[in-house]
């Protein structure tokens, strides 16, 4: 494995992650990742760029993986009803990405945006790390 890229749910680490900044050493179960779940969010380009996703709750139980952090960035978008929907799903095009020091699962509120998740790089870790 070589640096990937990861989505983490906001609310996975609100729930019951723990906090994780870039150079720290994480053990995560990690879910191949589906592009296209991504997409309304981060946009295709950066969708397309997502290994994996953390997953805390049910949805398989794969090993955990050891990881070193490289960088973390909180991403945020708008949230709308589209016409004839009847759930509110991330606006196309809205995506704002901001590089973060910590992860913990809250971010500081960012006009008509809402924290969606965390866009992770890391390397798997060495026995040294």
């Known amino acids: 494995m070589t640096t990937v890229t990861i989505w983490i749910d906001a ?3 609100q729930c019951c992650g723990e906090a994780f900044a870039p150079g720290d ?7 191949e ?3 296209e779940n991504f997409a309304d969010i981060v ?10 996703r953390e ?5 398989g139980n794969p090993p955990p993986t050891r990881l070193k952090v490289l960088t ?9 009803l589209p016409p004839g929907a009847d759930a509110y799903r991330p606006a196309p095009g809205t995506a704002e990405l901001v590089p973060a020091e910590r992860a913990d699962g809250w971010t500081e509120p960012r006009q008509d945006l809402r924290f ?13 790390a």
């Open 55 to 59: 997953e805390h709750h049910g949805d």
């Open 72 to 80: 973390v960035t909180e991403v945020h978008c708008r949230i709308e």
């Open 43 to 52: 946009g295709g380009d950066r969708a397309a760029e997502i290994d994996f």
């Open 25 to 31: 050493v994480v053990s995560w179960k990690l879910l």
């Open 116 to 128: 969606m998740g965390y866009l992770v790089t890391a390397d798997p870790a060495t026995n040294d």
């Open 11 to 13: 609310w996975q680490t």
């Open 33 to 35: 990742a589906k592009p």
